[in-house]
């Protein structure tokens, strides 16, 4: 058994500690809204994320960030993309050196077009920060409907303890050493996922959502493998894994403030709309800048940013990405 410090209360924190617990963890969880942690620990319930679902008696909650990350021996920082940095720097004088963050946020910082390992690792060296991603709905992981993630450490060590702490019957556990790979992977899909809902929502049908997945996953592959990721980790589990489940599901919520978009919404109307981080409009801009620092292509990347920034209508935007230069498909494979 193990100690551990789930840090941030949202869908996907809730599902994780509900995961650990029934795994044998003692499990502590921090939200910073007093209002929430009388609701869980009352209720046992999570209505507004993950109505329906019941709670494990033995999870505690906690305001005091302290109590959720001293003497713990994994911290999962579980807090929205757009919250990391500032929740690391809180916990920077707590953390000992040596202990174990995993970073479950997916997201990369606009402003230093940091990864959210490498946000947290700036803000707390002495940690051993790791990641946790894959196709993981919160909605499903928490009522144990089998799942299949990967953690991914610079140390094999480490990587293979976590695989441990959190593999069980319905949530199996792969490891990796592509930090970098898995992180690209996890953010870069909800950009795309962003159009995919767009074509929903315009009407479009399912030749549209596998064209925009497909040439999707070659976008954020060039870009993660021109910034030295590996090209498996994008068609592994946190790439192409990741990606469709969040262009097809019900439950993403980029997928569904795209949808809102193609329906005529503005960007601020979806995001208000869907009541949750919207984490691929923060990543959208971040890809931009990344595929010009990179010198890579992202046609699709450019066009949501249009969309999501400029005003494009969405139809427009499809317009103009099908009648764009004839090109070969793998400039990689040569002809006989």
Known sequence: MAKIGVVGAGSWGTALAILLDNNGHEVTTWSRKEEDI?????????PSKLPGVKIPE???FTSVLEQAVRDMDVVVSAVPSVAVRSTASKMASIIETGQIIVNVAKGVEESTLMTMS??????????????LSGPSHAEEVSRGLPTTCVVSSKCRKTAEYLQNIFMSPAFRVYTTPDLLGVELGAALKNVIALAAGAADGLGYGDNTKAA??????????????????RIESFYGLSGMGDLIVTCASQHSRNRKAGYLIGQGYTMDQAMKEVKMVVEGVYSAKAALRLSAKYHVEMPIVQEICKVLFEDKPA????YDLMVRDKKIENPLLPWE
Do not use: H, S, W, Y
């Not at 490498?118 to 990641?131: G, S």
């Open 38 to 46: 009388k609701l869980f620990t009352e209720k046992r319930e999570n």
């Open 58 to 60: 033995k999870i505690v």
């Open 118 to 131: 490498e946000i947290i690792q700036q803000e707390i060296p002495q940690a051993d920060v790791c990641v």
């Open 212 to 229: 925009l997945i497909t040439r999707g996953i070659g976008e954020i592959a060039r870009l993660g493998t021109a910034m030295g990721a």
């Open 315 to 318: 139809k427009e935007a499809v």
